[in-house]
């Protein structure tokens, strides 16, 4: 209901535009908000423009290095998906090596020069005060991590269809 507010309405009454804020960020204090209402209340007729601050914060530095990182992360995902796919096909890049990449933030094919920092790591032995742990996770069956890579690709078109408005 929140997003719904700022997203289907341009104007907001300042009560409304009060409780969103508090309700968004809230370690802003009363005086922060108040602020912050005289900002937007653009008229000063106690309601608030949402499109001036929805402006406003997708304008800042951190919204857009924030967005940024973002879209890194989805295209590693992107290209681990598309290279997992393709490692099954024809028999590419392991498994190993497209999830320690993605750990890593490496898309795999995009910034291919520097996958050798994925087999570095995969190859070379632990540290001598380090021991190997094994991780057990539950089977998952073909069908599972098939329903999990859709789940995925839905995720990341979600997010395209989201930056394309």
């Not at 912050?36 to 857009?64: A, H, I, N, P």
């Amino acid at each position: 209901m929140l997003w719904a507010a700022f997203n289907y309405r341009t104007l907001l009454a300042t009560s409304d535009f009060c409780m969103c804020l508090s309700r968004l960020l809230p370690t802003l204090d009363s005086s922060d908000i108040d602020r912050l209402v005289r900002r937007f209340d653009v008229f000063g007729d106690g309601v608030c423009s949402t499109v001036k601050f929805v402006q406003v914060v997708t304008r800042s530095k951190e919204w857009l290095h924030a967005t940024s990182n973002v879209w890194h992360l989805v295209e590693c995902y992107e290209q681990a998906l598309w290279a997992l796919r393709r490692g099954v096909e024809d028999g590419g890049m392991s498994s190993d090596a497209v999830n320690a990449a993605l750990g890593l933030g490496i898309r795999v094919s995009s910034d291919a020069d520097k996958m050798w920092i994925v087999h570095e790591m995969l190859d070379s032995p632990l540290p001598m005060e380090w021991e190997a742990v094994e991780v057990v996770e539950e089977d998952e069956t073909a069908s599972e991590k098939v329903r999990r890579a859709h789940t995925q690709e839905r995720a990341i078109r979600a997010f395209h269809s989201l930056r394309a408005h």
